[in-house]
């Protein structure tokens, strides 16, 4: 018997979540799991309300709350799921880089005035070089997990740190789609002059040609520039605005029928990049930079179920923007989201049983 077979046989998934534990209070080491969860403490380049480093912690700590009973998944909990420890090297770094970014937009923000241009012209190129060294990073932990089978999600931190995960798997991978759930479309170029901005990930993974359809869900807070490169993208890109799903909502159409219309867009081979923000601001009051309208939670995960029946395959995802707030509630649903997209995907891969 198997170590993991061994903690399965003496776990007990109705009794109380151990916070000494992994994820969710499961037993599982990253190396038993055959989902690994690399959390990334980055927030450098957020431009609004910062905290989002402390999301994957966050997370980790309200986890053990939730309860493992799936429905419609079979013995979900014995899967096994772990996420790595946090890095607080990279933790130290984004702190550092981010005091020095935010006296930066501050500056940007107050008409770029000749006093400071000293001080802050080489900036944009110092967290340039940092967001690369990261990304390499991310690319090569990513790749050593994929080589032994496992899945891999990323648990951010600001929307711009998962790019070394999409660059992993556009090594494995041919082709594939990303689903993007968010309140912004993420398409502007080195936003803020920063080539890794939050604001500027899905700009930067359509570099990849691996990625041959972008579909955006939710969004609610755009600018001119990336609306007309969706428009201008030959169809690779398309959005679903939150406000026209709305509409057609209020006009009697059904969430089942708008999520046809979204999973039709995407190839078999799909991406999920999930900010948190895509979701309605009150299940994430902390997140940086939040918008009102976006999708309820059991829309969300409707749309992921519903990705799944039709038979396409989730290869990876990421999970970004929760800060932690006041108390645990951005914790809890960020959770509790993670826990979903951790099923489905297994799910996808026939790693999970399910019955739709």
């Known amino acids: 018997m198997t170590s993991k077979e061994q903690k399965i046989q003496n776990f007990d998934p109705n009794g109380v979540g151990d916070s000494s534990g992994n994820l969710f209070g499961l037993p599982f080491t990253v190396e038993e799991s055959e989902v690994v969860i690399i959390p990334m403490p980055w927030e450098v380049t957020v431009s609004y309300s910062a905290g989002t480093a402390q999301g994957p912690q966050a997370i980790k700590d309200a986890s053990p709350q939730l309860d493992l009973f799936e429905p419609g998944i079979k013995d979900a909990w014995k899967l096994g799921v772990a996420m790595e420890d ?18 930066y937009i501050n500056w ?20 340039t070089a940092k ?8 690319n090569q932990k990513s790749l050593a997990y994929l080589e032994q089978g496992k899945l891999v999600g990323v648990l951010g931190g600001d929307h ?18 990303i689903l993007q759930v968010d309140a912004h479309a993420d398409l502007r170029d080195a936003y803020e002059g920063f080539e890794f901005s939050h604001a500027s990930i899905m700009f930067n993974a359509l570099k990849l040609p691996q990625v041959k359809k972008l579909v955006q869900v939710g969004i609610r807070d755009i600018c001119q520039a990336e609306a007309e490169l969706a428009e201008q993208s030959n169809g690779r890109v398309t959005i679903f605005y939150d406000a026209t799903l709305k509409e057609n909502l209020y006009a009697g159409d059904s969430w089942k029928k708008e999520c046809k219309k979204i999973i039709a867009q995407l190839p078999q081979k799909v991406y999920i990049s999930f900010d948190i ?18 999708l309820e939670f059991e829309q969300a995960v409707y749309l992921i179920k519903q990705l799944v029946k039709s038979g396409r395959e989730i290869i990876g995802f990421d999970l970004c923007e929760v800060a932690p707030g006041e108390s645990e509630w951005n914790g809890n649903v960020g959770a509790r989201l993670l826990m979903k997209l951790v099923n489905w995907m297994a799910v996808s891969q026939q790693r999970l049983e399910a019955q739709f």
Request: proline share 9%; net charge negative; hydrophobic share 40%.
């Open 131 to 138: 967001g690369e060294e990261l990304l390499a990073w991310l």
């Open 277 to 294: 923000d895509g979701l309605d601001p009150k299940l994430c009051p902390a997140t940086g930079t939040p918008v009102p309208g976006g």
């Open 160 to 177: 711009s740190t998962p790019l070394g995960l999409m660059h992993a798997l556009a090594e494995k991978h041919e082709e594939f789609g």
């Open 86 to 103: 946090v890095s607080m090297e990279w933790a130290a770094t984004s702190e550092a880089l981010r005091d020095k970014a935010e006296a």
């Open 108 to 127: 940007l923000e107050a008409g770029s005035p000749e006093v400071g241009r000293g001080e802050f012209e080489h900036l944009p190129a110092e967290v």
